[in-house]
């Protein structure tokens, strides 16, 4: 699986660590910046991430900056984009199976490295389950995005 990588600066650090333990279980990392710990805009980077999803370059992505917050709400803005910030377990994977989450968000100001890496695993390792009610749900999802835009 290819997962795309992506932070402003208050994730920069998580995010390397992140990448670099996801190499380290095999997977084929597309990091889509920042590359220091100098101010940015998170948006810039939520879209390079998103896009990186949507074109096919990545089949997920992992997304951080100071909270998870900002950043989900600007990759949601994308069409095709699911996106949740989780700071547990079960939101990390459940966000997967029931709602085909294609995006993860993470604090990296709210959450320490084992916590990060142990959401990741969740998520990545989650696969949407399918079932009729959340196919329902997913679909009522996908059509309120239709007519009212990501």
């Known amino acids: 699986m290819k997962i795309a990588v992506g932070a402003d600066h208050a994730g920069y650090e998580l995010k390397e660590i992140i990448a670099t333990e996801l190499r380290g279980m095999g997977y084929e990392v597309?990091?889509?910046?920042?590359h220091s710990t100098e101010p940015v805009d998170y948006p810039d980077y939520a879209a390079a991430l998103g896009r990186a999803v949507l074109d096919g370059s990545a089949e997920r992505g992992i997304l951080i900056c100071g909270s998870g917050a900002g950043a989900s709400?600007?990759?949601?803005?994308?069409?095709?984009i699911r996106a949740t910030v989780a700071h547990?377990?079960?939101?990390?994977h459940q966000a997967v199976e029931h709602d085909d989450i294609n995006v993860l968000t993470l604090g990296a100001r709210v959450i320490g490295v084992a916590q990060a890496s142990e959401l990741v695993r969740s998520f990545i390792g989650a696969e949407f389950s399918g079932e009729e009610r959340h196919l329902r749900r997913l679909n009522k999802v996908l059509q309120l995005e239709e007519e009212f835009g990501a």
């Open 30 to 34: 597309v990091d889509v910046g920042t």
């Open 73 to 80: 709400i600007a990759v949601n803005k994308l069409k095709g």
């Open 88 to 92: 547990d377990a079960y939101t990390a």
